[in-house]
Every structure is written in C-alpha cells, then in structure tokens.
C-alpha cells in the first residue's frame, strides 16, 4: 500500500543520513537525492544501486563527461526484470538518458541534472559475482554507465553552414541554440565590434572554438551548478 511505500521510504532516507553523517569527513561523500535512466518510456530507478559516482569538467572543455558505478543485483543491464511499459523488457544499452540529482557535504547546494539529463554512451562491465551452488538468486553484476552531455553527442551529429554579420557573443549563441539546439541556459559576456564571419559546414563546437581565436579570452565551457555560469 501507499502508507506502506511512504513509511520504507522514510526509513531508507534516514538510514540514508545516519550512513552520510557517520562518514561526513571522508573525501568524496556525496548525498544522493534520486538517479533514474529512462530510454523509450521506460525508466529505471537505479538509486540503490550506485555505489560511485565520478563527474568531470574542464574550463577548456565544452562539455561536462563521466560515469557511475552499479553493484547491480536485480541483472538490469540484461533486461531480468519486466517492466510496466508494453513493450515489456528493457536491455540498459548505453543510450539512456541519465537524471541525476546529488550534493557533497560541503555544501547544500545540489549538483542536478533532473531537468536536463546526461546521455549514456557506454556501459563498461566488471565483474560478476555468482551466488554459489544451489543459490536461488542472480548473480550480482558490477558494472559502469558512462554517460556526457547531450551537446557532445549532438555536437557529432550537426555542421554549420552559415555567414554570420553580427558581434561574436551573439555568433555563438545563435550557433548554440539554433544549430546545437541547447535546452540550457547560455551565459555571454557581450562583445561590441560587429564581425562578418562564414563558418564552413564545421561541428558548432569547432565553429566555436575557431571564433575563439579572434575573440580575446573566450572560453567556452559547461558546469553542472546553475550558480556557476557556463
């Protein structure tokens, strides 16, 4: 039942903080809020599972990479359990979209991607660990999820063919938006000088970068803290 849900689920969050709290000075504590992978109107909950999760971002990068570890002992990554969806099982392949929402101890603010999901790229097994003889149960299976932004992956799919008459700020934010078809904010720093520039069916991230040669101290990159502009 409902009352029965919302009571476990109490539980887990406290036990959740008493565990947090207990190890609140180790380097690397995180507090996660909820994970999910969806693919298809399909979505696994998969906040149980992870055991680590890694996150990189590089001023000199357009985009933010990474991946989450799973101690995974329901064999979601080859479909065991039947879901609600008609289409009946999911094989986790490496072309979710990852909602990911979680904080350190140092701060309260939260490193979210609920509202715009990292794209899973690869999964990299493992190991697995048997039951042993006789064991009704599966196997464990240890295994990592790779995933980016989706403006990398986008990135490889699209060109730019264009001749811009405009300042550079808004060159690339036209690039973003129209041709990467970025769903996130973009922060500018305005430039003033008007520009004709012809981009020669380049990925926008090159584009970009090549108009970063004549802009003075541009720096294109991606944070996952709505606080810090990128």
Known sequence: SKSIMAISYNVFNDLREVC???NENRPGRYLLEDAVLKYGGVEHGITLYIQEINIYEDIDKP???GWIELLDLDNLV???LVTASPSGKHVIVGQELL???FRTFASDHYVDFMDHPLHVHKIESLETYDPGTGATSISAQQ???HFCAPELMNNERVRVSHAYEDTYS???KDILKTHLKTAKEV???DTKDIVKVVI???HPFDAIRALSVHAKDCLLYTSPSPRDRG
């Open 99 to 101: 909602y990911l929402k």
């Open 200 to 202: 020669p069916n380049m």
């Open 20 to 22: 947090a709290v207990d």
């Open 63 to 65: 985009g933010i990479t």
């Open 187 to 189: 922060w500018l720093e």
């Open 143 to 145: 295994y990592r999820v």
């Open 78 to 80: 080859s479909g065991f």
């Open 170 to 172: 808004e060159i690339v």
